[in-house]
């Protein structure tokens, strides 16, 4: 599936990793979701919002758990992929920006923004607004960098932009991610599926 772009910015995954059918893309894959899987077991609601949910697949292995999920994002192009690639009963989409989320519409116990901040000009901005939404825990994740960055040099792409995938405006290592994070939030649970930094945290007590 080629990328989608809406009003010059990439919008859902520039390269598709969750269909890929290369072993090495695949095992990565299997530690991110076996990472995820764990975080989303430790939350006991079944109500979720998914912010910046691109094609739909994560939002679509929520839901086979049994879950509610409710998918945004800000393309209106990528969330009519996400309803035609994973359209299910259980799974809600509408299009808009993490920036315009209210609490009143887009509040819920669980909040879960995977492979998003990476994207955005005001990551600071975008987690503000979703401290206002969180009603109990949340899962974020972001490239790990620079491993990121070194196995797709590795791989032979983007290698005038050293490795820096198309459509990434901002790059963590794990302390500097864990650092922002805990600014807005207190982190329960870290991990590192390569090469990915994923958190599970809840909102902070007053």
Not at 136 to 144: A, C, H, M, Q
Not at 162 to 186: C, D, V, Y
Request: glycine share 6%; charged share 20%.
């Amino acid at each position: 599936m080629s990328h989608i772009s809406e009003n010059d910015i990439i919008a859902g995954n520039y390269y598709d990793k969750y269909a890929s059918n290369n072993p090495i893309a695949r095992r990565l894959m299997d530690g991110f979701f076996a990472s995820f899987d764990q975080l989303l077991s430790m939350t006991p609601d079944l109500n979720v919002h998914e912010i910046g949910c691109g094609e739909g697949h994560l939002s679509a292995r929520i839901a086979a758990t049994g879950r509610t999920v409710h998918s945004t994002d800000f393309s209106t192009a990528v969330i009519q992929s996400a309803k035609q690639l994973n359209d299910l009963p259980n799974v809600t989409y509408e299009a808009t920006s993490v920036y315009e989320l209210t609490a009143e519409k887009h509040r819920a116990p669980i909040i879960v923004c995977c492979e998003v901040l990476e994207h955005l000009e005001e990551p600071e901005k975008a987690l503000e607004v979703i401290a206002g939404l969180a009603q109990g825990y949340l899962i974020f994740s972001v490239p790990r960098e620079p491993i990121w960055r070194m196995l797709n040099m590795v791989r032979g792409k983007y290698w005038p932009n050293l490795g820096n995938t198309p459509g990434h405006l901002q790059n963590w290592s794990t302390a500097a991610f864990r650092n922002m994070i805990s600014k807005h939030f207190e982190i329960i649970e870290l991990k590192k599926p390569l090469p990915w930094t994923m958190v599970l945290c809840k909102i902070k007590k007053p």
